[in-house]
């Protein structure tokens, strides 16, 4: 396992754009599926978007919700893997969670993965 953590949240207006890093521990990470997920008060965790281990950000899978808007890439020298957002939308408001498994990917399952980060809070005022 790793130790993911999240930074880059906060409070941003409808159509603005973030971007959120997730730092991971440990000297394999290239070899690490990574993912991000997101919760908004009072609804299940849900799958933001997945990149496999090793894998091109061209075959990374997106939820239909945030596909051509969100962004995920990955810095493998930097042991970090970064999640652009643009034309938030107030819908977007959750706190995001990063999480990690070694090799295979993408997935889109949080049962899939056994590292998580804390998460961080991302709030889009309408």
């Known amino acids: 396992q790793v130790q993911l953590v999240e930074s880059g949240g906060g409070l941003v207006q409808a159509g603005d754009s973030l971007r959120l890093s997730c730092a991971a521990s440990?000297?394999?990470?290239?070899?690490?599926?990574m993912g991000w997920f997101r919760q908004a008060p009072g609804k299940e965790r849900e799958f933001v978007v997945g990149?496999?281990?090793?894998?091109?950000?061209?075959?990374?899978d997106y939820a239909d919700s945030v596909k051509g808007r969100f962004t995920i890439s990955r810095d493998n020298a930097k042991n970090t893997v970064y999640l652009q957002m643009n034309s938030l939308k107030f819908e977007d408001t959750a706190v995001y969670y990063c999480?990690?498994?070694?090799?295979?990917?993408?997935?889109?399952?949080?049962?899939?993965?056994?590292?998580w980060g804390q998460g961080t809070q991302v709030t889009v005022s309408s």
């Open positions: 990149i496999s281990a090793r894998g091109s950000i061209a075959y990374a």
């Open positions: 999480a990690a498994v070694y090799g295979g990917g993408p997935y889109r399952h949080g049962y899939e993965y056994n590292s």
């Open positions: 440990g000297r394999t990470f290239s070899s690490y599926s």
